[in-house]
């Protein structure tokens, strides 16, 4: 015997066992599946076989003859207290055995948190009130920032300076703020050499955008509302905290719109920029004229 017919030799035999296992495994895959959820007195050209599989897959029935369960007894009565237990398992597979399945459902699918949690708005963050940012005052009390006076006609029934965050992370911002020119410091709100009379309020941690935000300012002498990002900004040399909300230009007396203005919060899947420096904001200022 020379080795090729040797190695003939097993291959046969080899094919032959694989041959063997194969038809093997197709007459035993229907047999499988069909006895994995189904009773001897239950086959499968029953009218029921379905739903009975169903209830069997769903944990609702077990079987009619313990602990074997190997019978279904589609034709006995339901007794009172069988039809609790399938009732009561019925429950447990839907996650309502608590009464209340809606709840159940969506907390599963919502990340722990009811529909109604997640589209619920947090109230409004009105600048200036208890427990918020207080209104900017140039730092020296010479550019003071307030809501529109109830003298300013139809702008005194504007919102009032505030901010929410939506439950999808945008911020929104609202309302009319109005610079007037205060005792302290030089007394008048001018932009200037500093930045400190142009700050209207600054956001909380959470509220602010991963860069630099510009928006158009509905006065036209004030041009730009602007959002400082969450790291900070250096403009001529004088550092700007993260969330500063502030104007390009400013002369007391002058007010800027903010209703409309919305960003997304830094966090998770923001892109960064680099760390922003500007020699100042009148390089904004020219950009946007030329
Ligand atoms: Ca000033």
Known sequence: MDDKSFTIRVSKRWARIALIVAVAALIAAPLTAIASHSFNDVPSNHTFHDDIS??????VTKGCNPPANTEFCPEDNVTRGQMGAFIRRFAQYIGAEDGTPAQADNAARLGGKTLNQI????????????????????????????????SAGLLAEANPTSFYKDPFGIVHLAGVPVANDGPGGDGICDSGTDASDLRIFQLPAGYRPQNLEVFTSGNTDIQLNLVIPNGGVTVGGEPLPG???LVLNISGGNATTLDGITFRAAGAGSSAQDAPEFDSLQELLDFFDS
Do not use: I, K, Y
Request: charged share 10%; hydrophobic share 30%; with cysteine.
């Open 243 to 245: 969330g500063t909300v």
């Open 54 to 59: 169903w209830l069997a897959d769903a944990g």
């Open 119 to 150: 589209m619920t708005l947090e109230a409004n963050h009105v600048v200036g009130t208890s427990g918020q940012p207080s209104f900017g005052n140039g730092g020296q009390n010479d550019c003071r920032w307030t809501n529109p006076p109830s």
